[in-house]
């Protein structure tokens, strides 16, 4: 049984570009979360997804930062025109019925220049 | 809304020895999760003990126990037995339809 993968694990780009992370989740975890962690600072909630269906965005979910989830198995968390303040692990989870545990990914490290 | 408080930036510990991370929430919720994760620098979350708010019982998992005051919204970790890969950052979290995280614990284990 794997865990939660996401690629990739690091990424470092300029200023105003887009880029775009993947995670797979653990099979048959039908709900799949997204968190950003700054340093020193615990993992806040972004979004989450049952199955396709995205039930819940944060406000911190900024119009330039958009998840999908479109057969309910992986999932791509995108940010457009990015900014130095999006520099951040950005974590992925999963969990199954009754939800209540949720296991991790390595995380996407990003660095906005 | 709900909010998780750990009042200990840094801890430090002798090995063998025990130490115990604080934790506090807040909700208005009776039916919830709450748990410990460990972080070790620059490396994946790991769920370390879980505990469910009905449960009257401390959650024990080797060398990881909890004590869960429900009336007081406490939940401290105990790690006994210290060992050096147990340094990590710590984090508290709540799930009562939604995960909350604490600031984060760092542990240090000295030799």
């Known amino acids: 049984d794997t865990g939660v993968s996401q690629n990739p694990r690091h990424k470092i780009t300029k200023r105003g570009q887009n880029v775009t992370f993947r995670c797979d989740p653990i099979?048959?975890?039908?709900?799949l979360y997204w968190y950003r962690q700054t340093l020193g600072q615990g993992p806040e909630f972004l979004t989450y997804?049952?199955?396709?269906?995205?039930?819940?965005k944060s406000r911190l979910l900024s119009d330039r930062f958009s998840a999908e989830r479109p057969k309910g198995s992986f999932s791509t968390l995108e940010i457009q025109r990015t900014e130095q303040g999006d520099s951040a692990m950005y974590l992925c989870?999963?969990?199954?019925?009754?939800?209540?545990?949720?296991?991790f990914g390595p995380g996407t490290r990003l660095l906005v220049l | 809304a709900q909010t998780v408080t750990q009042s200990q930036p840094e801890m430090s510990v002798q090995e063998a020895e025990t130490v115990t991370l604080s934790c506090t929430y807040d909700?208005?919720?009776?039916?919830?999760?709450l748990f410990w994760y460990k972080q070790p620098p620059s490396r994946q979350m790991i769920l370390v003990i879980r505990?469910?708010?009905?449960?009257?019982q401390n959650a024990t998992e080797n060398r990881f126990s909890v004590n869960f005051q429900k009336a007081a919204k406490s939940f401290s970790l105990k790690i006994s037995d210290s060992q050096l890969g147990d340094a990590a950052m710590y984090f508290c979290?709540?799930?009562?339809?939604?995960?909350?995280f604490g600031a984060g614990t760092r542990l240090t284990v000295k030799p």
């Open positions: 979290a709540y799930n009562g339809g939604d995960m909350r």
């Open positions: 909700t208005s919720e009776s039916d919830y999760y």
């Open positions: 505990q469910e708010a009905y449960k009257q």
């Open positions: 099979s048959e975890h039908n709900r």
């Open positions: 997804f049952q199955n396709e269906a995205q039930l819940e």
């Open positions: 989870a999963s969990s199954s019925p009754p939800y209540g545990t949720q296991y």
